[in-house]
Nanobody, 124 residues
Framework: QVQLVESGGGSVQAGGSLRLSCAAS????????MAWFRQAPGKEREFVAVISWSGGSTEYTDSGKGRFTISRDNGKRKVYLQMKSLNPEDTAVYSC?????????????????WGQGTQVTVSS
């Protein structure tokens, strides 16, 4: 089992920044692909960013490219999502997810473990 706990959410004004963190416990963190997803009220969960177990490969949703940066610290068993130039459309519950090794993935069903999420609210 892998337990994931997100933190760092909050309320910011448009144009602001936030840094989300996801702490993993349980099975080894190394070897797990980690991703961030988000879900806004009334909408389906959508992919935000993913990082390979080594940190050498990343992918982003188109709306996040140039604004979001995903990173990880395997020694601390954490993954981060740095977000800048936030806008109201970024308002959602952000969740981290993990899957053992393999290819980067953007579909929620590919992931085995999920955190409970942290709320991000961006006001105009």
């Amino acid at each position: 089992q892998v337990q994931l706990v997100e933190s760092g959410g909050g309320s910011v004004q448009a144009g602001g920044s936030l840094r989300l963190s996801c702490a993993a416990s349980g099975r080894a963190f190394n070897g797990y692909t980690m991703a961030w997803f988000r879900q806004a009220p009334g909408k389906e969960r959508e992919f935000v960013a993913v990082i390979s177990w080594s940190g050498g490969s990343t992918e982003y949703t188109d709306s996040g490219k140039g604004r979001f940066t995903i990173s990880r610290d395997n020694g601390k068993r954490k993954v981060y999502l740095q977000m800048k130039s936030l806008n109201p459309e970024d308002t959602a519950v952000y969740s981290c997810a993990s899957k053992l090794g393999g290819q980067l993935g953007a579909r929620p069903r590919e992931y085995d473990y999920w955190g409970q999420g942290t709320q991000v609210t961006v006001s105009s």
